[in-house]
């Protein structure tokens, strides 16, 4: 069964790319208000038809119909840094002298009623839409009038389940896991009168290691059971084994950020810049190089609280602006300061990701962007720091070279496929993966949607190897 499918704020193709992953599902129509953004889909879509509007001021009743519909509505004003500054910010030349036009200063034009609004249109129509996606901050359900969005949804006779999912944590069958954290709230939704349920929890539980159980499908603990589910892995929820009687709290697989760097480009040194770097940076560098002497992931800008990360975890939530820079730390770094690293780094896993370590300069790095974090455990574990944090002689900052993420890597870090091109400049093109929706995420959510409106079973990805 062919199920014809929309993408609104379609942007770089994110969400575009993972339902088109999706058995049966044909994307017909993408919009998007940023005439960049619709040229870079347009080339990845060409079948699609595409308008560059602002949907917020769309007449609906003149848009094709489609079975499907992804929409990814504004976010900043929903979100915690609520983008004031940003008109201002993306005026200001970056360091190539790049700015960004006007029509890509807001993520959307689209608004959270434009959903209904479509639903709404089709309906009048004669032909309602089976279902779809609706992506947003987790802080859209803080929204004051969400509650009206949510009863206007269950008015046009739809059921609308909320997913809080974190990116690393959407085990698709075919998209490359993200190795990102990217925390996001997705509305599920499909028509009452199909009388069937969406079964999130067949395409939500990601794969972990339970020290008891081995290989398991976690399961979604909140911490808050009074209240309604709500918020960010680690902050608001864990995972936990499903097996009876077992408690213990599961980390999911995820990649590491290292997977999208280029390690043909190590960058330039740190004491041989002509211009000496921002006291912030040089202090989010000191920070992560005594926790742990080894590649990372530095942001360069943004809000206190931003600490370096070190690269063999998932990245923290990629931006819309260029503000991550890798740095990398010489090898033998203990033994060329002295030699007296511990060697026990060696025995554990990190050591076998890395095919040897740094004591024999064998390095495959890891990235990640944001906190220091263990080098086993995605972004936001804390149950392993000490596992890895063994080097007792640090690499210098003067030593250790840093560069600012280049748009193939930040693509990669979304999850992009490899061949997927991005228009448009660097500072354009981190606009356009800052604001875009990893394909894993969309492969594994409509999928969901597509089992429920079809009724046909379709196959969740495998156990990792």
């Known amino acids: ?83 004031r500054k940003q008109a201002q910010e993306d005026l200001i030349p970056d360091a190539e002298g790049n700015t960004l036009p006007t029509e890509a200063g807001a993520r959307s034009r689209a608004t959270m009623w434009d959903i209904p609004r479509y639903l709404e249109a089709m309906i009048l129509r004669g032909k309602p839409v089976l279902g779809g996606v609706t992506e947003n901050v987790v802080d859209v359900v803080r929204w004051v009038l969400f509650p009206a969005w949510r009863k206007a949804l269950d008015a046009l006779g739809y059921d ?33 009168s199909l009388r069937r349920k969406i079964n999130v929890e067949k395409w939500t539980r990601p794969f972990a290691n339970c ?19 709500w918020g960010r892995y680690r902050a608001q929820y864990l995972y936990l084994c499903p097996e009876p009687g077992c408690s213990l709290v599961v980390e999911p697989h995820a990649l590491p950020a290292a997977i999208a760097i280029d390690w043909t480009d190590l960058g330039k040194r740190i004491g041989d810049r002509s211009k000496p770097l921002a006291e912030k940076t040089l202090k989010r560098i000191e920070d992560g190089l005594q926790r742990y002497s080894r590649p990372l992931m530095v942001p360069t800008e943004g809000r206190e609280g931003k600490l370096a990360k070190p690269l063999d975890e998932p990245g923290r939530t990629q931006t819309t602006r260029r503000e991550s820079a890798v740095l990398f730390t010489p090898a033998f770094v203990a033994e060329l300061r002295g ?63 840093l560069r600012m993420l280049q748009v193939p890597e930040i693509a990669r870090a979304m999850s992009f496929d490899a061949d997927h091109k991005i228009l448009g400049n660097k500072r354009e093109g981190t606009r356009l993966l800052g604001n875009a929706v990893t394909p894993p995420a969309a492969e594994v959510l409509m999928s969901a949607v597509v089992e429920t409106v079809t009724g046909e079973d379709l196959e969740p990805a495998g156990a990792p190897s």
Request: glycine content about 8%; charged content about 20%.
């Open 1 to 83: 069964m062919t199920l014809t499918a929309a993408d609104f704020f379609a942007g770089a193709g994110g969400s575009s790319s993972g339902m088109s992953k999706v058995p049966g599902v044909d994307l017909r129509l993408a919009a998007n208000h940023w005439s960049l953004a619709v040229q870079t889909h347009q080339l990845h879509f060409p079948q699609a038809e595409h308008r560059c509007a602002d949907l917020s001021q769309a007449d609906f009743r003149q848009y094709p119909r489609v079975d499907l519909v992804w929409g990814s509505p504004e976010c900043t004003n929903h979100s915690i840094a609520q983008g």
């Open 160 to 192: 609308v389940v909320p997913v809080f999912m974190n990116s690393a944590h959407a085990h698709a069958p075919k998209s490359l896991w993200s190795p990102q954290s990217r925390d996001r709230v997705y509305f599920l939704y499909v028509l009452k």
């Open 211 to 229: 020290s008891e159980h081995g290989t398991v499908r976690a399961r979604q603990f909140f911490k808050k059971r009074d209240e309604e589910p």
């Open 339 to 401: 030699g007296n690293s511990n060697h026990r780094s060696l025995a554990h896993p990190l050591a076998t990701v890395t095919a040897g370590g740094f004591h024999h300069a064998l390095v495959i790095p890891y990235y990640g962007t944001g906190r220091a974090k263990p080098v086993d455990r995605p972004i936001g574990t804390l149950t392993t720091v000490d596992r890895f944090a063994l080097l007792e002689q640090q690499a210098r900052v003067e030593d250790c070279t």
